[in-house]
């Protein structure tokens, strides 16, 4: 049975997870998609293109991306090279402090540049990026023509 995980799943946007699939064949050709939609509705998408280990496992942080998004070995590339699906729209997150974006990631078998309704992912799962710490306050800052936010820490 094929399963996707990101560690940890839940964490501040600036921290690293690690993202695994495991229970591949050995040497099998997958396409790792992760997409989220922002607070306009916006999808924002990354796909890159592995190989399975011979112990069918693809792990961006050990195995070279063979395409898609990008190529080479990025840790983080699928959270790094999220691209919109409309041209010249920004992933920028307004509220900050009020909830997470989720991050869904999908495993499909074989190498997808597109994939539609119909292509069933062999598996899922979901990394909520915050970029806010729990109990951090937020201070506006309004002083003459200077306007901003002051975050504290608990």
């Known amino acids: 049975m094929v399963e996707v995980t990101v560690t940890p799943q839940s964490s501040l946007a600036d921290r690293p997870v690690q993202v695994q699939v495991r229970g ?3 040497s099998q050709l997958v396409t790792l998609r992760a997409s989220l939609t922002d607070e306009q509705g916006e999808r924002f998408q ?8 011979e112990a069918g496992e693809v792990d961006p942080g050990r195995h070279a991306a063979l395409g898609g998004s990008y190529t080479g070995v990025w840790p983080m590339g699928l959270f790094w090279f999220l691209q919109p699906d409309t041209l010249f729209r920004r992933l920028v997150k307004r509220d900050v402090a009020g ?3 989720r991050v869904h990631l999908e495993v499909f078998d074989g190498v997808r540049l597109v994939t539609g309704p119909q292509d069933q992912p062999l598996a899922s799962c979901e990394a909520e990026r915050w970029y806010v710490a729990p109990g951090m306050q ?3 800052i309004r002083e003459g023509r200077v306007r901003g936010a002051l ?3 608990p």
């Open 24 to 26: 591949l064949s050995p």
């Open 46 to 53: 990354a796909r890159a293109f592995f190989r399975a280990d």
């Open 99 to 101: 909830s997470p974006y």
């Open 138 to 140: 937020r201070v506006p």
């Open 151 to 153: 975050f504290l820490p």
